[in-house]
């Protein structure tokens, strides 16, 4: 009777104890920010979150509170594109979860190496911006000890093609970090993932072009296929279906978004795809998404 009146006494005190935020998303803008809204969309979709997901475009109200996010979270999450160590606020955050213990996990990207991190001695001329960290409390030696922690941390790698499933399994993992569900569980959640994403299929009428090789352009792919996935709940065959690499417009396609990227011209699924989309007369929407693109 005693077990049964305090259990739900002690689950009260661990929701008062709990952090506000479930992962703070630490990345580049330019390198993942895309990406970091998709891995975003993904976590929050799931029952097994537990409080936000910090993503500074949505709760970054107050600069000067930046790096006291860090702490509010139960996780780091490091998106490790190819320049997150060249940005002295990612380099703050990273420091501020290796001075407050917090858990980071690292997101590997195809271009992100550990093993590129030297110079650690001579930081401050690699990041001239970093001396900026001063003001907020971050110094030269806590970061030289964070840059030498980082590789001691849980990592997973991201790989491409960024295929539908593969953002579900990162998020599925990320919320598993600490439990070992049955196997059955593991398949339901997954699948339920993998679904999220789905697109419109082999058949479906309509596509988005991306390029292929970049990771940010097809994270804007799959952001807009999961938007249009629930204006056309009732009509699947209307939510695109996005072309990965050696993936071909079928003869049915007649609408297709165009994600205009850096050098997306550059790759050649892309020029080969829109020659066959002009081909079979397709109507377009292009939707510019960097400030690189020409």
Same mark, same amino acid.
């Given at each position: 009777v005693i077990r049964f009146l305090v259990a739900p006494l002690d689950e009260q005190a661990k929701l008062r104890n709990q952090k506000p935020y479930h992962f703070? =998303?630490?990345h580049h803008k330019v390198g993942a920010g895309s990406f970091a809204r998709l891995l975003k969309m993904r976590l929050k979709s799931t029952?097994? #979150?537990?409080? +936000? /997901?910090w993503l *500074?475009?949505?709760n =970054?109200? *107050?600069?000067?509170l930046l790096l006291t996010y860090v702490q509010q979270a139960q996780i780091c999450v490091a998106l490790c594109?190819?320049?997150l160590l060249m940005r002295p606020w990612c380099v703050g955050e990273l420091t501020t979860a290796y001075l407050s213990k917090t858990e980071t996990v690292l997101i590997k990207f195809p271009n992100f190496s550990l093993a590129k #991190?030297?110079?650690? *001695?001579n930081f401050e001329a690699i990041v001239p911006d970093v001396n900026k960290l001063l003001a907020h409390g971050i110094d030269m030696p806590s970061i030289r000890a964070m840059l030498l922690w980082l590789p001691d941390n849980r990592e997973i790698s991201l790989e491409l093609p960024l295929a539908h499933g593969s953002v579900a399994n990162l998020a599925w993992k990320l919320l598993n970090l600490h439990d070992r569900p049955s196997a059955s569980h593991n398949r339901s959640e997954r699948d339920s993932s993998t679904g999220y994403f789905s697109g419109g299929g082999v058949h479906a009428k309509r596509a988005i072009i991306a390029d292929p090789s970049s990771i940010e352009a097809l994270a804007n792919a799959w952001i807009v296929a999961t938007l249009l996935s629930t204006s056309y709940a009732t009509e699947p065959e209307k939510v695109?279906? /996005? =072309? =990965? $690499?050696? $993936?071909t417009l079928e003869t049915e396609t007649d609408k297709v978004v165009i994600i205009c990227s850096e050098n997306c011209f550059e790759n050649a +699924?892309? #020029?080969?795809n829109l020659v066959v989309g002009s081909s079979i007369g397709m109507q377009s929407l292009p939707i510019i998404t960097q400030e690189e693109f020409r």
């Open positions: 703070f =998303l630490c029952r097994r #979150i537990v409080g +936000d /997901v *500074d475009s949505d =970054l109200t *107050d600069m000067s594109s190819e320049q #991190i030297d110079g650690i *001695d695109p279906e /996005v =072309l =990965l $690499a050696g $993936a +699924d892309v #020029i080969n």
